[in-house]
């Protein structure tokens, strides 16, 4: 059974950090890109960032650049997301997916096979 579950959100500060981490079982991690979405009450889901299956190539919203690092370790089936310079703007619940190939979430490349659960992030002004 395929399986992603995230970890590290939580409550933090204005300005301050999280690591968010997915960690994936039951597929072959190394054959799947993987992405982070995250959606704030009342809005619709938007795409954070996206990597490719071996790590090389990455992909930001506007919004994120600068301040976010997607990375992955295949030897360990686990993404991560470092949010620096967190504002309360960040606030949502954040959901890694997997995806057959590598694009750009905000023009439908990035078509989805699965999702995890959620992380709550929280970031107080």
């Known amino acids: 059974q395929v399986q992603l579950v995230e970890s590290g959100g939580g409550l933090v500060q204005a300005g301050g950090s999280l690591r968010l981490s997915c960690a994936a079982s039951g597929l072959t991690f190394k054959t799947y890109a993987m992405g982070w979405f995250r959606q704030a009450p009342g809005k619709e889901r938007e795409f954070v960032a996206t990597?490719?299956?071996?790590?090389?190539?990455?992909y930001y919203a506007d919004s994120v650049k600068g301040r976010f690092t997607v990375s992955r370790d295949n030897a360990k089936s686990t993404v991560f997301l470092q949010m620096n310079s967190l504002s309360p703007e960040d606030t949502a619940v954040y959901y890694c997916a997997t995806s057959r190939t590598f694009g750009r979430p905000d023009i439908g490349d990035f078509p989805i096979n699965r999702w995890g659960q959620g992380t709550q992030v929280t970031v107080s002004s």
């Open positions: 990597i490719d299956k071996s790590g090389e190539a990455t």
